[in-house]
């Protein structure tokens, strides 16, 4: 199998190449990208070679390039040089990039017969009409690495389609699940960095902690499965063991669980339709003992509400929701605005909007122009938030 990583100095990046080195199989490596991280993909050129590395960053190339001399690999960079990355041949692509910045090169790598193995949710959040279309006329291969959505692939194998009557998927409630409102004003990047359950990238931790990040697969449910927003649900589940459920018409439930690593639901990617032999760490539910559940709170987490009210607005709303937050979790991390800024930056952006009623992305630059906008309209929010903080 040839694969290609997009993202591949990531955490979603090493997973894979973590399996990767475990799984025994013969595999190549096509292109791999980043966004910076010149030394990652170096380390990882001269550990699994690679026919093309992109780094996103123009300003990284030449130091890429010179690294990189005489290997026989090629580099390119920016934009372009990652399109070139999604449309180098390959079997296999793994779309690991985080943000919206994953929404082209991950549209261009799906191509006919090749198996695209999504964890960048973002990009079916910003255009997920487009790219399921593009997956259905390509014929593309589309497989959730997203833990909840691996959970729900497999169990909707259960049973007919039409006996679906409800998908759940679980939140961990990340690091404070049990803080007051005033408590959360509080909190800190390095706090909100520390996930309970998950190693990630800082985008989707603090994701995790707002509770954006199951709004967010929540519209990524609703592409990848063609389900309306009222068969889907959030339930909070604090030891992030039981992933998704599946509850059909007779009654049944079918619920996917695992332990907590995300190279699981990658090596299910990777293996299916078989299942990969590797060193996976395995359930012992006598030793964790107990599994709680709970309702979320959307007072206290207004970002799953935002995201719901997105997803059943539909059209562009979605897309400004996402853009809003990426800036929001930016300035966050910046230490530039306070935690509940997030979603409140986020919502005055989705109101400014909700007169326009801008409809569903058609096209790769209409879904950027919508994302631009949305992006200006949360960067002129964050002096007044950023006030607000101090
Ligand atoms: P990381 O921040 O760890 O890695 C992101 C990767 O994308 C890095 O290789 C980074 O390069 C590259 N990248 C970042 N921004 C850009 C850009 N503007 N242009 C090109 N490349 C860019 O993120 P994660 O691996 O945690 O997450 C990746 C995606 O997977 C996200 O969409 C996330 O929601 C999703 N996901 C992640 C999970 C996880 O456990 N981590 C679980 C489920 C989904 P560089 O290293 O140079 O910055
Ligand atoms: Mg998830």
Known sequence: MR???LG?????????FELLRQSGREFSVSAITAKSDVNGLVALVREFKAKLVVVADPERHRELRDALAGTGTKTASGSEGLLAAAEEPADAVMAGITGAAGLAPTLAAIQPGRRIVLAN????????????????????TLLPADSEHNAVFQALAAGPREAVERVTLTASGGPFRTFTREQLERVTPEEALRHPTWSMGSKITIDSATLMNKGLELIEAHHLFALPAKQLDVLVHPQSIVHALVTFRDGGVVAGLSVPDMQIPIAHCLGWPERLAWQAPKLDLAQI????????DPVRFPSLRLARAALEAGGATPTILNAANEVAVEAFLAGRIGFTGIPAIVERVLEKAAAERLGAPETVNAAAAVDHIARIRARDLLLEFAAKAS
């Open 3 to 5: 694969i290609t990583v």
């Open 121 to 140: 949710k973002e990009c079916l959040v910003c255009a997920g009409d487009l790219f399921m279309r593009r997956v259905r006329q390509t014929g593309a």
């Open 8 to 16: 591949a100095t990531g955490s979603i990046g090493k997973s894979t």
């Open 289 to 296: 003992g107990s599994l709680s559940f709970e309702a979320p």
